[in-house]
């Protein structure tokens, strides 16, 4: 059922972060937090108003810890409105092929209107790992982000424990909320062979993905 619309959680961050540092690679920019931009629920990188960092930490903050305020701050730092960013989003989601997923948070949290297939997630994963640096930044278990404003230093630990458990993983992606499940992307190379792993909603996604790759 891999063309089955559902529910994504935090794998849309796969597509945001993307986008984020496909904007970084034009002008990796300082953005300054806003209020409104970490107006949101669930997991988060901690940031709060005020604080400077770059569009290329803000990914980190997604892929690393997915953080819901990091993913609010780059839509809105480069959309302008998150209606616009998630225009982008589908936007880049057709030009991969992307047949069954729309995109309304750029977070993941739970929406009718926001969806994706477990085949169309591995497209956008193939395309995101051609990436360098999301490549190199899914297959960190930890990565230290330097803020501008406090000047401080924060470690993130990658909530993909797949990391740990399984030699050949190279990232990517954990999600969930109470109405997706657990969803995971994963991907490993062994041998100069790449593959992509993808389960929404499965209770044991870790050892599943283990088996599947």
Same mark, same amino acid.
């Given at each position: 059922n891999e063309h089955d619309r559902l529910p994504i959680a935090s794998t849309t961050k796969i597509m945001t972060s993307l986008l984020t540092l496909e904007a970084a690679e034009a002008n990796n920019r300082v953005i300054t937090v806003t209020p409104e931009m970490i107006r949101v629920e669930g997991s988060s990188m901690g940031l709060r108003a005020g604080d400077k960092l770059t569009l290329y930490d803000l990914a980190v903050g997604m892929l690393m810890v997915s953080g819901n305020d990091a993913a609010n701050t780059a839509a809105l730092s480069i959309g302008g409105t998150i209606e616009n960013f998630a225009a982008m989003m589908n936007a880049k989601a057709a030009s991969l092929g992307m047949k069954d997923t729309h995109y309304v948070t750029p977070s993941g949290l739970d929406d009718k209107e926001h969806y994706s297939s477990a085949y169309d997630l591995a497209l956008l994963t193939r395309a995101a790992l051609q990436n360098t640096q999301f490549a190199n930044i899914v297959r960190q278990k930890s990565i230290q982000v330097h803020f501008l404003n406090p000047n401080m230093t924060h470690s993130y630990g990658n909530h993909n424990k797949l990391l740990s458990f399984y030699q050949y993983c @190279? /990232?990517?992606? @954990? *999600?969930?909320?109470?109405?997706? /499940?657990?969803?995971?992307?994963?991907?490993?190379?062994?041998? *100069?062979?790449?593959?992509?792993?993808? @389960?929404? #909603?499965?209770? #044991?996604?870790?050892e599943d993905h283990e088996k599947l790759l």
């Open positions: @190279t /990232g990517v992606k @954990t *999600g969930f909320t109470k109405k997706s /499940g657990r969803c995971l992307v994963s991907s490993a190379e062994k041998d *100069g062979v790449r593959l992509i792993a993808v @389960t929404l #909603n499965a209770p #044991n996604d870790w």
